[in-house]
């Protein structure tokens, strides 16, 4: 069931997903060769906590840490760690989410250290535009499966491939909620999409093979050929004003 949200309940996200948009910007300042995924999220839980919310991947299904950090073929929940430390030429994808008064924000971005490949860089740009591409699709009328579309024609035009195993989703008082939004698929199918849903979209796209794998750790999730991955999301709200972007400042 997809749970609609009320505007005062939008408004609430959007300073959920506002502090969310806050710790990217806080923590990609400190993005450098030389730091630990470790001291990232101290950091990151710090500044989130200090803003009066609560880091919402902490101790969800027994996550160990405040945010994920994906290093190079590193798809997503890629675990902070001491001895992971920033190099340059390395890119980095940053999760975050924020619990706040109730509900749930969430987005990622992914970020170069240093200077980078022009592939790595291109890579990066193509999952952040597809980001933008399914969000333009999400707007009262169309049909979920729009933006699956919209994001997988993006990706794959661009000559990168798209995660399957892992989707979007719902959110806010759970951070997980109906719909599962693939980034892949035919248009046209799945629910129409209706004033007042809240959605969760999140590319993960690969350069080479969109197989993935998950580490003995549990969390990690990596590309099978160990090509690099690049996670761009947003958290959105649909209006009659058309999608209503909450995690960015
Ligand atoms: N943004 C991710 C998601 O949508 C974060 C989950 S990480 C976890 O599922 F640690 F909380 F599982
Ligand atoms: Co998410």
Known sequence: ????????????????????????????????????????D?????????KGGKPSFKGYRGYPASV????????????????????????LSVDIGVYYKGFHGDAARTFPVG????EAKSLIEVTRKALDKGIENAIIGNRLTDI??????????????????YVGHGIGTDMHEDPQIPNF?????????????????????????????????????VTEDGSLSAHWEDSIAI???????????
């Open 42 to 50: 101290k950091l990151a839980e710090e500044f989130i906590e200090n």
């Open 148 to 165: 699956s579309n919209a994001v997988q024609i993006h990706v794959e035009n661009a000559g990168c491939s798209v995660v399957r195993d």
């Open 239 to 249: 209006t009659k004003e058309g999608p209503k972007i909450l995690s960015r400042l």
């Open 68 to 91: 994920c950090l994906s290093i190079n073929d590193e798809v997503v929940h890629g675990i902070p760690s001491k001895t992971r430390v920033l190099e340059k030429g390395m890119i």
């Open 1 to 40: 069931m997809i749970i609609r949200k009320s505007k005062r309940e939008i408004d609430i996200m959007s300073k959920a997903n506002s502090i969310v948009a806050e710790t990217h910007e806080f923590l990609s300042e400190k993005i450098e060769p030389g730091i630990s995924t470790y001291d990232l």
């Open 115 to 118: 200077k980078i490949s022009q």
């Open 185 to 221: 698929g035919p248009a046209g199918r799945g629910p129409r999409l209706k004033e007042g849903m809240t959605l969760a979209i999140e590319p993960m796209v690969n350069i080479g093979h969109y197989n993935v794998k998950t580490k003995d750790d549990g969390w990690t999730v």
